[in-house]
Structures are given as C-alpha cells and as structure tokens.
C-alpha cells in the first residue's frame, strides 16, 4: 500500500528484509529490550525512516473514497505509518493491527508521547532516549516481533471481516498470522474475498477475483467498480 509513497516493504522482493535479513533484529523486543546498541541502530533508524516525509498515494486516496461512499466498514491496517488518516480516512475506522509509529511508549511505565519529540531529543544527542517520567525504555507504539497484537484490535477487526459483503486484502502476502485468518473469517462468514498483491499469496484460490497489477493503478479502479455495482 505505501510503497509507491516511497516506503519500502518488508517481505516483497526488494524488501527490507529480504534483502537485509539482520535487520529482524532491530524489531525484537527481547533483542531491543535487551540490547542498547540494538536501540541506538533502532532509533536511528527511526531517524531516516522515509515514513516521516511520505505523502499518501492513489491506493489511499481510493480507500478514502470508498468510505465516502458508505462502503467501508473498517480498515485493517499492518501499515504503521499513518498514512490512511493522513489521506483523510476516518480514524474510526483504521485498526493498526501493528500499531503505528507516531506515539512512542514507555515499557516501564506505559505513558504515550510523540516519537518527534524523542526524535528531537536525538537530534539534540541522545543515542536511547528514555522515558521522562520513570527513565524505563522508550519505543514505537508498534507491535515488534515477541509481542501480542492488541486484543481490542484484532476482535473489531475480525467483527468487520464477519460482517462485510466484500472483503479486500490489499498489498499483503497474507503469511502472516492472525492477520491473514482473517481472510477465512470472512469467506466462511459469506463474504467475496479479493486479492490485490503483486505475488501469489495462499489465499488466491479462496478469492473470486484475484489483481496483480500495481496496487495504485488497480485499487482505484476497483473501487469505482465496487462503488458503481
Ligand atoms: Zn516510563
């Protein structure tokens, strides 16, 4: 969904992991919790994060316009980069599955805060900024590998995919689990199943339609249909 916003994915061919397998690392939570060097290259990371000046594309753009037509129950994000909202999707309606990566959050404590606002204390010096109120480890309020999804997310998004006319799995490879269930929670639900993803996904010959063209080009046009039908 983002990459033609210029953000990389992370399972696709020129994917961050596929094509720098060490970097898992840097979004383990044992690794990172464990590790101040793997903070250090996390926030750093952060800090280049091409997430921060991306603007959202016409994938976006043809989900915000499904909603305005009334046809959008819920958007069921693994994306943390809050470019659905800042399309002008309804924040209602996005579940993060992986959270996003906007706030950041205090492992100690729990308090939320703008990850800008650790950024700048990196700018200022800080190699591992900590958290202001307890000094416990800060990071992203994104899920990392080791921790559960949040309950209350994947139970509102397994209510949208029980009760949807259409389900649409947009730009996933649909390996990963809980998410990619959810494709089968709609099919046995009744609902058509359509695949938009530039590679095969396991999910294919559960689809009545499956897309292979470019998501940017092909979403659009879908959606007109779905809003036209
Ligand atoms: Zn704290």
């Not at 202001?132 to 994947?154: N, R």
């Not at 990619?180 to 009744?190: E, K, M």
């Amino acid at each position: 969904m983002s990459t033609d916003s210029g953000i990389p994915d992370f399972r696709g061919p020129n994917g961050v992991w596929t094509r720098n397998p060490g970097t898992e690392k840097l979004f383990d939570i044992d690794h990172y919790l464990a590790d101040p060097e793997v903070r250090r290259r996390s926030w750093s990371a952060r800090r280049q994060n091409p997430a921060w000046e991306a603007e959202p594309n016409a994938a976006h753009a043809a989900l915000v316009d499904l909603e305005r037509h009334g046809h959008l129950r819920a958007l069921v994000t693994q994306n943390i980069d809050r470019l659905h909202q800042k399309a002008g999707s309804s924040p209602d309606l996005v579940l993060e599955l992986h959270g996003n990566m906007v706030e950041s959050i205090c492992v100690g404590c729990g308090t939320r805060g703008l990850t800008s606002d650790a950024l700048e204390r990196l700018d200022a010096g800080e190699e591992d900024p900590a958290c202001l109120g307890c000094g416990g480890i800060l990071k992203t309020a994104t899920v990392m590998f080791g921790q559960s999804l949040d309950p209350g997310v994947l139970a509102a998004a397994a209510e949208a995919a029980r009760h949807c006319d259409v389900f649409l799995a947009v730009g996933t490879s649909l390996m990963v689990h809980p998410a990619a269930g959810l494709c089968d929670v709609a099919v046995r639900h009744g609902a058509q199943l359509l695949i938009v993803n530039a590679q095969e996904t396991p999910y294919d010959p559960l689809a009545s339609l499956v897309v292979r063209e470019p998501i940017g080009v092909s979403l659009p046009r879908l959606v007109d249909e779905l809003v036209a039908s």
